[in-house]
């Protein structure tokens, strides 16, 4: 008799994880932060893994994924049109979830142990959704999520909203993709005139924070020429980030988001592209990173697959619970184990293997033979991925 495995989740190691993450944060560089909090979450997904694909394991469990983060996209709808994004070129029906929705399979996540939401996976800006506020009291109304967040261009981010976001405080982090310092850049990059409505939006969520004090997180992330972090509102960046009122991230390459973004295009915005990764194994991705759709479809990626091809199940039909450990996911995962990467997975320039770099060297012939082939996939798969 099988029973379900939770995502796993202690309290007590919770506490002092967090003890250990102010700890280390005050007395190490970010970057070094930043690596060995990266380093944890692959081994915490390769263990997943391990444990997905054991036979021995599976005769007492059905081991479902853990991701950290659950996306769920509450729209699929943007109104920028960035050119390193694949958003224009989207075939799938423009959408928003009803909150009804939202907030069952918020609580299937909660239920299997999940602690952290994410409101923009693949496509689509938080603040075209009009259930946005809705949806971020509903998630703070659940003791058990720690964290909940999104991405945007902040562009409709209308000041009468920043008091609104500060009052969730810590548990809130709210990341803001700025395309540039000039008006030109910016324009290029993003795709739209906006420059002087996103940096008031910006500059107005980060003085709200100062002025009353909301351990609100806001992160800066600079999709923008190396050469144009400069200038005045550069310099009010760096000052806020030293008062710690936000943190910068910025990106130095740019994927092509399996083949839809041409190298050129990147090029002339002055952004630089990715190469095409060596691909060995499973990218981590699957085990990580599940999207439930907007129409209640999850997809088994949450990054770069925007017109959703790589289908897992559907919320309306089967609990999240079981499609995550479902026959769907598990043959997608077989399908990256033998090599036989699915297109829109060939043509991705964002995969990140799962395996341990030791493992991707001369011994990956030996772990791909050990991994590949060990499980019988029940069930209708195909037709899901199919789908």
């Known amino acids: 008799m099988q029973r379900d495995v ?15 993450r102010r700890s280390i944060q005050a007395l190490l ?14 081994w915490r997904a390769f263990i997943n893994y391990l444990l997905l694909r054991s036979r021995l394991v599976d005769r007492f469990f059905r ?29 799938r029906p ?26 923009t996976p693949i496509v689509g800006d938080p603040f075209v959704d009009k259930y946005i506020f809705e949806r971020l009291d509903y998630l703070a109304s659940l003791p058990e999520l720690r964290r909940f967040q999104f991405y945007t261009n902040a562009v409709l981010m ?45 500059q107005g969520l980060i003085e709200t924070k100062r002025r009353t004090g909301s351990g609100m997180n806001i992160q800066v992330n600079l999709r923008v020429p190396p050469e144009n972090n400069k200038g005045e509102l550069w310099e009010y960046f760096l000052q806020a980030r030293d008062q710690g009122l936000i943190t910068i991230e910025s990106v130095t390459q740019f994927d092509s988001w399996a083949g839809k973004i041409k190298d050129e295009d990147l090029s002339d915005a002055g952004l630089r592209p990715q190469p095409m990764p060596v691909k060995r194994g499973v990218c981590h991705r699957l085990i990580t990173s599940p999207v439930v759709l ?25 609990p999240l619970t079981q499609i995550l450990s ?15 990467f699915p297109e829109v997975c060939r043509r991705c320039t964002y995969y990140e293997a799962l395996y341990p770099a030791w493992m991707r060297g001369p011994l990956f012939p030996f772990f ?16 899901r991925l199919s789908a």
């Open 63 to 91: 081991v479902s994924i853990w991701p950290t983060t659950l996306a769920i996209e509450g729209t699929n709808i943007c109104n920028a049109r960035c050119v390193f994004c694949a958003y224009p070129q989207m075939e």
């Open 326 to 340: 479902g026959p769907a996911l598990r043959e997608l995962i077989e399908q990256h184990e033998r090599g036989e």
């Open 29 to 42: 560089p970010w970057n070094v932060v930043n690596a060995l909090r990266r380093r944890s979450f692959m």
């Open 368 to 383: 791909s033979r050990l991994f590949s082939g060990r499980r019988k996939v029940q069930g209708q798969a195909g037709s």
């Open 158 to 202: 209308k000041p009468q909203f920043h008091q609104r976001l500060a009052a969730y405080g810590s548990r809130l982090i709210v990341y803001c993709s700025f395309g540039g310092f000039d008006r030109e850049t910016y324009h290029k990059v993003m795709g739209i005139d906006k420059f002087n409505e996103a940096v008031a939006a910006i």
């Open 294 to 318: 907007a129409d209640g479809r999850v997809n088994g990626c949450a990054c770069r697959d925007v017109d959703a091809s790589l289908i897992i199940g559907d919320l309306k039909q089967e």
């Open 94 to 119: 423009k959408k928003i979830m009803p909150v009804s929705e939202f907030k069952n399979f918020v609580s299937q996540y909660v239920r299997m142990g999940g602690r952290r939401v994410d409101l």
């Open 6 to 20: 939770k995502i796993p989740h202690f309290r007590p190691y919770d506490k002092v994880r967090d003890f250990l």
